[in-house]
């Protein structure tokens, strides 16, 4: 049985009774539902989840909203659920800070599957073999908790981007393409998702480069990808 507690967002209870029978089927067992914005906050405030669906067209303040304000107090793992389907949408749900976007009407069992596969990745978080803190300079990844401090300050940071850095942590001063980078992080085939790469690419930056716009830790390589540079980000900092 799956132990992660799960939080479902939406405002028609005929989607919400069958997310959760679909999520109970396939083994959860801790799962807390809302129909408003008000009600979601509320309950993450009290509870940390590891996955929340989060539907874009609420009554009130929309997902898009209060994404940014859920993600400010937790580092679950948030998927929108929504009808809007453009890139620009997509752009704007990755930014205030979703990890992945689901299009209605959708197939439940494909929920489950990516929940599954973001679960699979922040369960593998801290190999054996691996290193439980990584410090370059001012820049510290601690494994064993999950969090990243930079100058001494705890940096929040959504669960994909954390995820994009833990894995740039684990391969240092090697280039990799958006497609390595989603196929490696994401879990899944990369079908040209190159907004999506570069977006959390971006957030990450805006976190823990002094200068996003001229970085030392996460370098472009033109025409190749990106790749990180500890070392430089070391020297910079002493």
């Not at 507690?5 to 029978?21: F, G, N, S």
């Not at 129909?35 to 997902?63: F, H, S, W």
């Not at 510290?140 to 995820?163: C, I, P, R």
Request: hydrophobic share 40%; proline share 5%.
């Amino acid at each position: 049985m799956q132990q992660s507690p799960i939080l479902i967002v939406d405002d028609e209870q005929a989607i919400l009774h069958m997310l959760q029978t679909i999520v109970k089927k396939e083994g959860f067992t801790q799962i807390d539902t809302a129909t408003n914005a008000e009600e979601a906050m509320e309950l993450c405030r009290r509870k940390q989840y590891a996955i929340i669906l989060l539907d874009v067209m609420l009554p009130g303040e929309n997902g898009f909203e209060v994404c940014p304000k859920i993600r400010a107090i937790s580092n679950a793992t948030i998927f929108f659920l929504t009808a809007r389907t453009t890139d620009l949408d997509k752009l704007s749900g990755f930014a205030v800070g979703a990890d992945d976007y689901i299009t209605k009407p959708f197939n439940p069992l494909e929920v489950v599957a990516r929940m599954k596969a973001h679960l699979r990745i922040r369960q593998g978080h801290i190999p054996q073999q691996q290193p439980t803190l990584y410090e370059y300079g001012e820049l510290v990844v601690n494994t064993s908790s999950a969090e990243v401090s930079l100058k001494g300050k705890k940096v929040m940071l959504q669960a994909q981007v954390y995820n994009i850095l833990l894995f740039f942590c684990k391969h240092p001063n090697q280039v990799f393409s958006k497609s390595q980078i989603y196929e490696r992080v994401w879990g899944e085939e990369y079908l040209g998702e190159d907004n999506t790469v570069m977006v959390h690419i971006r957030k990450l930056r805006e976190q823990i480069e002094e200068n996003p716009s001229s970085p030392n830790y996460i370098v472009t390589v033109r025409g190749l990808g990106y790749k990180f540079v500890p070392d430089k980000g070391l020297h910079e900092n002493i």
